[in-house]
């Protein structure tokens, strides 16, 4: 490919590494004529997503937008371009999964309901993605995110947003998002024991096996 500098129509790749979650390359690359380095990423022909925006619309899903937008929210902040890169790699990914599996439960609708032919992701599970991965990188970068996302009108608004990110566990990119905790007086899956009419627990004692 030409160098984007000096339009040298020879290059040589100096590196390349998978990146997370590994649905594409990343090469480095070097220019024969002036040296000049560069990056390109190599990625598989996307599977075409429709974003389902607040108002109903539909617009096809853009990765190069949606870099846009954590580019926008990192102005200023400590993170780098690769970190971005990273997160914009690892919603993509996300969306086409829950992109495919719409389109898989679509394929057998309900009596009476055409099929749906597109994928489709909502708008608000990107953008909850992007705040949370945000996060992970710089708690001031998400906050900036989301109050665009969010269309923050006041500090009560901000605030909220602030107590959300500090409070919840946000995980890592190796972990499952945490199950809502069981309040204390949840009955749970464990019987109670049987009490007397005085309302003292009868509790059994079992023999230990041989």
Known sequence: MRCPFCS???????DSRLT???DSIRRRRECGGCGTRFTTHERAEEVPVDVV???????????????????????????????????ADSIGAEVRRVGGASARSAARPPIGRAPQR???VSAERIGDLAERGLAQLDPVTAIQFASVYRRLSDLDELEAVVRRLRDEPVP???QLPLEPPVPSDHPGNMPSPATTPAGHAIVTRRGHAE
């Not at 108002?55 to 970190?83: E, I, W, Y």
């Open 53 to 87: 925006k607040r108002d109903g619309t539909t617009q096809r899903f853009d990765r190069r937008k949606l870099l846009r937008g954590l580019v926008r929210a990192a102005g200023g902040r400590p993170v780098g371009g690769d970190a971005l890169e990273a997160l």
């Open 8 to 14: 040298f129509d020879s290059t040589r790749v100096v």
């Open 20 to 22: 997370d979650p590994g």
């Open 172 to 174: 890592g990119a190796d």
């Open 118 to 120: 597109d994928s489709q």
